[in-house]
């Protein structure tokens, strides 16, 4: 059970808008800026988004970052279907005084 | 160019104890926080340890607390985690990782990950 909830999966079609939530507590999202990583197989993960809202060098505009309250969101809009794959929220707890990871969501291009 | 390259994983039986290593190049690793992230086979990312700079803040997970040991040697540009009594549920490919710059937290630069195996 991870102390960030994300959806196990998400899909879309080629050139779609798809978003990824994540959702915390005050104790994390709440008091702290979260980062989105991307997986691909057999690869360390990739920062994706961090502070809530940049991107990291290199990373296209295609992807996005919000945050509000508890909760965090991750929008990939004109989906590719090099974006499938597996996608990871973080942020530091104060409470556990640690960073915590969503469980991880599995995105399919259809 | 900036890199990671871990090293020290391996098998090793419950209650034993490995330590891994962290070659670090390309940037002044002595100002960097770094980090520890596992991830067992099949599953999603888990956050181990944090150490800052100067090496006397230190932070874990629950899971590895009392277990585990981060440290790093500045002069060698070389992270490290101590990892005693190991059980199965170590096992884990475990990658180091940096901070981007201006955060703590937002980590940008992997290594390729060492794998450990705690087998009964």
């Known amino acids: 059970q991870s102390v960030l909830t994300q959806p196990p999966s998400a899909s879309g079609t080629p050139g779609q808008r798809v978003t990824i939530s994540c959702s915390g507590s005050?104790?994390?999202?709440?008091?702290?800026?979260v980062n989105w990583y991307q997986q691909l197989p057999g690869t360390a993960p990739k920062l994706l988004i961090y502070?809530?809202?940049q991107r990291p060098s290199g990373v296209p505009d295609r992807f996005s970052g919000s945050k509000s309250g508890t909760s965090a969101s991750l929008a990939i809009s004109g989906l590719q279907s090099e974006d499938e794959t597996d996608y990871y929220c973080?942020?530091?707890?104060?409470?556990?005084?640690?960073?915590?990871f969503g469980g991880g969501t599995k995105l399919t291009v259809l | 160019e900036v890199q990671l390259v871990e090293s020290g994983g391996g098998l090793v039986q419950p209650g034993g104890s490995l330590r891994l290593s962290c070659a670090a190049s390309g940037f002044t690793f002595s100002t960097d926080y770094m980090h520890w992230v596992r991830q067992a086979p099949g599953k999603g990312l888990v956050w181990v340890s944090r150490?800052?700079?100067?090496?006397?803040?230190?932070s874990y997970a629950d899971s590895v607390k009392g277990r585990f040991t981060i440290s790093r040697g500045n002069a060698e540009n070389t992270l490290y985690l101590q990892m005693n009594s190991l059980r199965v549920e170590d096992t884990a490919m475990y990658y180091c990782?940096?901070?981007?710059?201006?955060?703590?937290?937002?980590?940008?630069?992997w290594g390729q990950g060492t794998m450990v195996t705690v087998f009964s």
């Open positions: 973080a942020a530091w707890d104060d409470s556990l005084k640690g960073v915590v």
């Open positions: 005050s104790s994390n999202i709440g008091s702290n800026t």
């Open positions: 502070s809530n809202s």
């Open positions: 990782a940096k901070p981007i710059s201006g955060t703590r937290n937002g980590l940008d630069i």
């Open positions: 150490i800052d700079g100067h090496g006397s803040s230190t």
